[in-house]
């Protein structure tokens, strides 16, 4: 298994600004993605972030709104850019191919 | 398209009874399933796997049950412990693709 943490683990924003969420593995790990719940809703994968590449977005998600760094294979950050109230949710990363394990995530609330 | 669907929002189970939380799936190509559990301001948890050569796989007070036939998987708790209260989500993937479909989740509380 794998101990994954993320900074920061809660924030309030101003509409229009952008947040960046870090995400930090303890181990090397070929697979790491973001993923957004929503108020009372399910985990909905956000984009898989690829080392070395451009992250890999799912339908609905794009580059411009949440783009994705993956400098190494511990380390990913999601910037959630030009913020809504509509993008208060708890960001969550993971890292793992079978099971994926998953950080404390980032509690983010939009005014 | 919800491809994994978790019918019971939620349930209730007295302390050392059995826990049986319930999860369909429409998607025939998912061929890995897992459970996860989550309490509140923590990222989920794994709980335990099944692929789908296999009907059945157990860990410790947790038991999950696969029937690919009715696209139905269950997870069951026996005994129920007060700790056991969380939200249980059950997920899915295709073979060669790591990416994973979540249920809505069913919240578990244990009464003592």
Not at chain 1, 41 to 51: C, E, F, P, R
Not at chain 2, 51 to 78: P, Q, Y
Not at chain 2, 98 to 112: E, I, N, P
Request: net charge neutral.
């Amino acid at each position: 298994s794998a101990v994954i943490s993320q900074k920061p683990s809660r924030d309030i924003c101003q509409r229009g600004t952008s947040l960046t969420i870090q995400c930090q593995v303890d181990s090397q790990v070929t697979m790491m993605f973001w993923y957004r719940q929503q108020p009372g809703q399910s985990l909905t994968l956000i984009a898989t972030a690829n080392q070395g590449s451009e992250a890999t977005y799912e339908s609905g998600f794009v580059i411009d709104k949440f783009p994705i760094s993956r400098p190494n294979l511990t380390f990913s950050t999601l910037t959630v850019s030009n913020m809504s109230p509509e993008d208060s949710s708890i960001y969550l990363c993971s890292a793992g191919g079978g099971e994926q394990f998953f950080g404390p995530g980032t509690r983010l609330t939009v005014l | 398209d919800q491809q994994v669907k978790q019918n019971s929002p939620s349930l209730s189970v007295q302390e050392g009874r059995i826990s049986i939380l319930n999860c369909d799936y429409t998607n025939s190509m998912f061929d890995y399933f897992l459970w996860y559990k989550k309490y509140p301001a923590e990222g989920p948890t794994f709980l335990i796997s099944i692929s789908s050569i296999k009907d059945k796989n157990e860990d410790g007070r947790f038991t999950v049950f696969l029937n690919k036939s009715a696209k139905h998987l269950s997870l069951h708790i026996v005994p129920s412990q007060p700790g056991d209260s969380a939200v249980y989500f059950c997920a899915a993937r295709g073979a060669n693709d790591y990416k994973l479909s979540f249920g809505a989740g069913t919240t578990v509380t244990v009464r003592a």
